[in-house]
């Protein structure tokens, strides 16, 4: 949607510059002074001698230079593209992926953000009784459809709007935050995380427009989005911002208003939207608009959602032709119970293993799916953070060994690792079927592991010998060109 170049994360566009050529001269012949750079002493400049005023390449009032972008590009693009990733890595990444409508995403964002106590579900109809069965509370809902430039200010745009947060989405791909984040913003009684309401504590006297740009420029948040993306993905990110850069510098203003009607008839694009009710009012958040659009109101004792259902199946049956919407809803997940009998297992976990672990005969068995650390990357999945393990309170129904032996110990820890297994399954039937294991997997990049194998298998003459057995096999039959007898 809106789109804007993004320099690499760690550079900006203000370096960069000719470094050592002679500076232009004014017209009063003194020597235009050079813009420090921002770990210069300003006292103490370096002196640099004077160009003539009489060189030929000196010109009044020329033009200045655009600074070049500054990218460090690899001697081998393509092994540095499918090599695996770094520590760290996917924070510097400084473009946003197109993200997914997918329930269990969203659901998993939340966690990485900080929220607790919520779920993403996802309905399949917008009529009355689809949107009743819903868990309660319904904190918002998310819109994705088919964008072709039409306005979605709907609405009565009079309403004061002071009282509704509202950000604007200000790089591409960022809609789906934007949109979870104008929900999560506006409502009460969500258990945000620390870094949300510091967040939502520093945007609140800011525009819409800055309160966007603070979103783009928020690394946690931006690494949230995108922690299900592949480096190839945010590869083709950024090169989709610099392709639409390009086009713009090299399009006349004649082009320019050709293309726009182009795009306007041809070219798409999907965009999440929000609605949410703030007091007995319901907003729609749409980070492209200016403003957010007041859309009714709601008695006591009535439903919000009976105020956004005729908007959004109007927006559905407008595109029902594409079959290119879908309608997500942020939802109380009733499974915080769950979630501190699975802290205090983790817990009593982490703990067995410090306790035995300077133990030659500690050996437990292995087994890569249990979390049995407060550090452990998978809690955000769970809406848990290191904070919960230390603090949580155990139900004490597995004991602790008493004897202090590490056989005991061992089969205290098969029994917490069977009791974790059968909580975390619980959970995921609480939120509806979601996988865990499956939204993990997804943060996974196998691109590195599958180019080395394919590497492995050029290198032994595997792909040149499959090669010529699939051109010996496409030939073309003997005798009739082009052509091969039926049945092969």
């Known amino acids: 949607m809106t789109q804007e170049a ?20 004014r017209r009063s012949g003194r020597v235009r002074k050079r813009m420090l750079p921002f770990n210069d002493d300003a006292d103490h400049p370096k002196e640099r001698p004077a160009a003539s005023s009489n060189s030929t390449s ?42 997914e409508s997918d329930p269990a995403f969203f659901t998993a964002i939340l966690g990485l953000l900080g929220v607790k106590g919520a779920r993403i579900v996802e309905l ?11 868990p309660a509370p319904v904190y918002g809902m998310i819109f994705l459809f088919e964008y072709v430039g039409e306005s979605m200010d709907e609405g009565k745009n009079n309403e004061p709007s002071e009282d509704v947060w509202f950000a604007n989405q200000t790089t591409n791909n960022a809609c789906a935050t934007i949109a979870l984040l104008n929900i999560l913003m506006n409502t009460e009684g969500l258990q945000l995380g620390e870094k949300l309401l510091r967040f939502k504590q520093e945007s609140k006297g800011l525009s819409a427009p800055l309160r966007g740009h603070m979103i783009t420029n928020s690394t946690w ?28 510098k090299i399009r006349t203003k004649a082009k320019r208003k050709k293309a726009k009607a182009k795009v306007s008839d041809n070219d798409t694009a999907y965009h999440f939207i929000a609605f949410v009710p703030i007091g007995q009012k319901v907003w729609q958040l749409d980070g492209l608009s200016n403003k957010p659009v007041f859309l009714g109101e709601y008695a006591p004792g009535q439903h919000w959602t009976s105020a956004v259902s005729p908007v959004i199946q109007q927006k559905m049956a407008h595109h029902e032709m594409e079959l290119s919407f879908s309608l997500l809803a942020l939802c109380a997940d009733n499974a915080s119970q769950l979630r501190q009998k699975l802290a205090a297992n983790v817990r009593r976990l982490e703990s067995l293993e410090t306790r035995f672990k300077s133990n030659s005969e500690w050996k437990p068995k292995a087994n890569s799916s249990i979390i049995h650390s407060s550090s ?3 809690l955000p999945l769970y809406q848990l953070d290191a904070e919960d393990i ?15 032996t590490v056989e005991a110990g061992l089969q205290a820890w098969e029994q917490l690792c069977d009791e974790q297994q059968r909580l975390r399954s619980q959970y995921e039937d609480e939120l509806g079927g979601l996988e865990t294991t499956g939204v993990l997997g997804r943060t996974k ?35 009739v060109v082009g052509q091969r007898p039926s049945g092969m």
């Open 221 to 248: 948040i931006r690494t949230a989005h995108n922690a299900f993306s592949r480096r190839l993905d945010l590869l083709n990110a950024v090169l989709a911002v610099q392709n639409d850069v390009d086009q713009k």
């Open 445 to 479: 990049d196998h691109t590195p592991a599958i180019h080395e194998w394919v590497k492995l298998l050029a290198g032994h003459g595997v792909l040149m010998q499959l090669h010529e057995e699939a051109s010996r096999h496409n030939a073309p039959w003997p005798g």
């Open 6 to 25: 993004i320099p690499p994360a760690g550079e900006s566009y203000l370096e960069g510059g000719d470094g050592g050529s002679s500076l232009p001269v």
């Open 124 to 134: 399949l109809s917008a009529d009355e009784d689809s949107l009743a069965a819903l």
């Open 58 to 99: 000196a010109r009044r009032n020329s033009q200045r230079k655009a600074a070049p972008e500054v990218f460090d590009i690899p001697d081998n693009l393509l092994e540095a593209s499918l090599a695996p990733w770094k520590e760290n890595e996917k924070a510097e990444w400084a473009s946003w992926v197109e993200l």
């Open 390 to 404: 230390r603090t949580s309170v155990s139900d004490e129904k597995t004991p602790e060994p008493t004897s202090g």
């Open 376 to 378: 452990d990357d998978r």
